[in-house]
């Protein structure tokens, strides 16, 4: 069966960092791009940042030039690097698979339980 765990969470100051973690378990057939994507309350769920197989990187317009993405085919992991962090990062985080279970069948998404990130001003 296929899981995705979240770490890394946690409280901190407007301007600092934190490390989001993810690793994939289990057995499929072809993983294809990661990512993470967070809702804050009352709000939907937004993406924040996608890698592809090869590590072409995405960013939303929010994170630019303070998040950085990566991921470790061989250990199956993908990370979220939060640097000068804002009041307005504050949400659950999820990380999200795009794989695809066996051959034959479609891709599709997984995603982990998420972890929260508070932002305090």
């Known amino acids: 069966q296929v899981q995705l765990v979240e770490s890394g969470g946690g409280l901190v100051q407007a301007g600092g960092s934190l490390r989001l973690s993810c690793v994939l378990s289990g057995r499929f057939y072809t993983l294809n791009a990661m990512g993470w994507y967070r809702q804050a309350p009352g709000k939907q769920r937004e993406l924040v940042a996608t890698?592809?197989?090869?590590?072409?990187?995405n960013y939303a317009d929010s994170v630019k030039g303070r998040f950085t993405i990566s991921r470790d085919n061989a250990k199956n992991t993908v990370n979220l690097q939060m640097d000068s962090l804002k009041p307005e990062d504050t949400a659950v985080y999820y990380c999200?698979?795009?794989?695809?279970?066996?051959?034959?069948?479609?891709?599709?998404?997984?995603w982990g339980r998420g972890t929260q990130v508070t932002v305090s001003s």
């Open positions: 890698v592809s197989r090869g590590s072409v990187t």
């Open positions: 999200n698979s795009k794989l695809q279970l066996r051959l034959g069948v479609s891709q599709q998404d997984y």
